[in-house]
């Protein structure tokens, strides 16, 4: 004969008055709370969002081209879209550059002779351990970040020129359309205080060597006229710094 044995549970969470009197004693430990399952929240449905310009700014480049035949109906956000992508794809022709780029000998010919011809290359000659090498750098870094469409590049002076003077350094070379526009030998050249301001005054005074993207195909006098004025307001504010220092 089968031998059946029953088991009876509580519902989960609940105790009898016998177990409460003995957890209150200690000599039974506290039931945990019931489980209770998060409240169901489903996926947010990226369609039902409100088609703003939030929404649109959110967008990368590929989702914004996928979205050309979807907003038909709405003129404003078509126009914003096409807006957005603009800016993406000029944001992407100011980025070419940004930096101070360290080439080789073996470089020079790809990454300044054979550079594009709407884009000036300024090259440094320098060494390691020359003081003046150093400030120059100091200042072509700082011009390469603000002006992102101008290549900037440096190279170990013998390996660009074979036995080229160490008297002569640092020397910046300037490049375009494959031929040497302008050559400055030393810091002198740069004024009392050789500054970012200083250096990009005197790369501009014949040629539009500085190009920070925005403004497209510039003067030489349109870019001599920014370069100028961020020359001015750097005067300007060592003046102040000086008065300041004097004072104290």
């Not at 640092?170 to 002198?188: C, F, R």
């Not at 504010?237 to 104290?248: A, I």
Request: proline letters at 7%.
């Amino acid at each position: 004969m089968a031998d059946y044995h029953f088991i009876y549970k509580d519902l989960e969470g609940s105790s009898t008055q016998w177990d409460d009197i003995q957890t209150k004693l200690g000599n039974l430990p506290a039931k945990p709370p019931p489980f209770k399952p998060a409240p169901f929240a489903p996926a947010e449905d990226q369609d039902s969002k409100p088609k703003d310009k939030s929404w649109i700014d959110s967008k990368t480049e590929e989702e914004l081209e996928d979205l050309e035949d979807d907003l038909d109906d709405d003129r404003f956000l078509e126009d914003y879209r096409k807006k957005r992508l603009s800016e993406m794809r000029e944001a992407v022709k100011i980025a070419k550059f940004g930096s101070l780029i360290p080439i080789s000998g073996s470089d020079f010919v790809r990454e300044v002779s054979q550079a594009p011809q709407d884009v000036w290359v300024v090259v440094l000659l320098y060494k390691d351990g020359f003081p003046e090498c150093r400030l120059l750098l100091q200042c072509l870094e700082d011009l390469a970040k603000r002006y992102p469409a101008t290549k900037f590049v440096k190279i170990i002076s013998t390996e660009c020129i074979p036995n080229y003077p160490d008297r002569n350094l640092p020397t910046i070379l300037v490049y375009n359309n494959s031929a040497v526009k302008a050559t400055h030998v030393g810091v002198h050249n740069f004024g009392r205080r050789c500054t970012p301001e200083s250096v990009g005054l005197v790369l501009c005074q014949v040629d539009p060597v500085l190009n920070d993207g925005h403004g497209g195909e510039q003067s030489t006098e349109a870019v001599l006229d920014g370069v100028r004025k961020k020359f001015l307001e750097r005067v300007v504010r060592d003046h102040e710094n000086d008065d300041g220092s004097s004072s104290d």
